[in-house]
């Protein structure tokens, strides 16, 4: 988990923004025993910290049909819920912690079995200018049904792009994590 670089290619970059490498392990030690079975998944970005926990089982088996299936689901969406209510002043609370530690906003998440739901997370505006095969590209989206505006058609895109190209993306930020110790060693 990086924190953003300073001045790049990029642009500005929030540079004075304090590193949350260590989030992970910070609310490992933060969060409450029986909150979740295992560590938490921590993911960061300049603007947002997401925690991520899986919840313990649920004991009632269903039977794999098309019924069984649809109210395990159900059953999963519940406790989900359940357990975003019966936690939220703690939550909150730990948030608050973390906010003033890392300067970035929380947001909270839950998994058990097949599903995950996220509570309030941001949706950050991104600045980006496009010429017109890209704008294009946009249009078709919108015109085809897939997306309502060409805000919501560029949201999918990169959604696609970041779910078929994980390993790329992944290879990515182990080289720019290089440089930033390769910076890190060098005159000041």
Do not use: N
């Not at 603007?47 to 395990?72: C, F, Q, S």
């Not at 059953?75 to 359940?82: D, M, Q, S, Y």
């Not at 906010?99 to 997370?121: P, S």
Request: aromatic share 6%.
């Amino acid at each position: 988990m990086k924190a953003a670089r300073g001045r790049g290619r990029g642009g500005w970059q929030q540079a004075d923004l304090p590193s949350a490498e260590d989030a992970q392990a910070w609310f490992s030690g933060r969060l409450p025993d029986g909150w979740f079975t295992g560590s938490p998944e921590v993911t960061c970005d300049r603007d947002e910290i997401v925690v991520v926990g899986e919840l313990p089982a649920l004991e009632t088996e269903h039977p794999d049909t098309d019924a069984g299936r649809a109210d395990a689901a159900a059953a999963e969406a519940g406790r989900i819920a359940r357990f975003r209510e019966e936690t939220r002043d703690r939550r909150i609370e730990i948030a608050r912690q973390a906010e003033a530690r890392y300067r970035r906003k929380v947001a909270w998440g839950a998994r058990l079995g097949g599903t995950t739901e996220l509570f309030t997370t941001l949706s950050v505006p991104v600045m980006t200018r496009l010429r017109q095969p890209e704008r294009l590209v946009l249009d078709t989206l919108v015109d085809a049904g897939v997306a309502r505006s060409r805000s919501d058609a560029l949201s999918w895109s990169v959604r696609l792009v970041g779910r078929h190209a994980d390993d790329w993306l992944a290879e990515l930020r182990s080289a720019m994590a290089r440089v930033d110790d390769l910076r890190a060693q060098g005159p000041s």
